[in-house]
């Protein structure tokens, strides 16, 4: 319902304030990985350069599958972005309990 947009809307405009990335197709890549697209998630778990940017927006948005395949795959968690926000600061500040959980 209402909370679980407003938990996106909210992870979105931190994430996007908290991203190092300001290029719009690392949040392309990890939005369509999160839906299934099988050579963004491939890319994502192999983007080496690009694994932290993809965990702090994965962390934002909430994407609590993709960030444990992520985990699995070896990228850390304990990244920052913009300001010296975490990807688990990000995860927090939008509410998404799973991922911190995790």
Known sequence: GSDKLNSIIRGAIIG???????????????????CGDPEAHNLVLEASP?????M??????GFAQLVKDMLRSGAQVNVTGKNGVTALMDASYGGHWMIVKH
């Not at 690009?50 to 993809?54: A, K, L, S």
């Not at 702090?56 to 948005?61: D, G, K, R, V």
């Open 16 to 34: 996007a304030r908290n991203s190092g990335s300001d290029d719009d197709s690392d949040v392309s890549i990890v939005v369509n990985a999160a």
């Open 50 to 54: 690009y694994v932290g940017e993809c």
């Open 56 to 61: 702090l927006i994965s962390c934002a948005l």
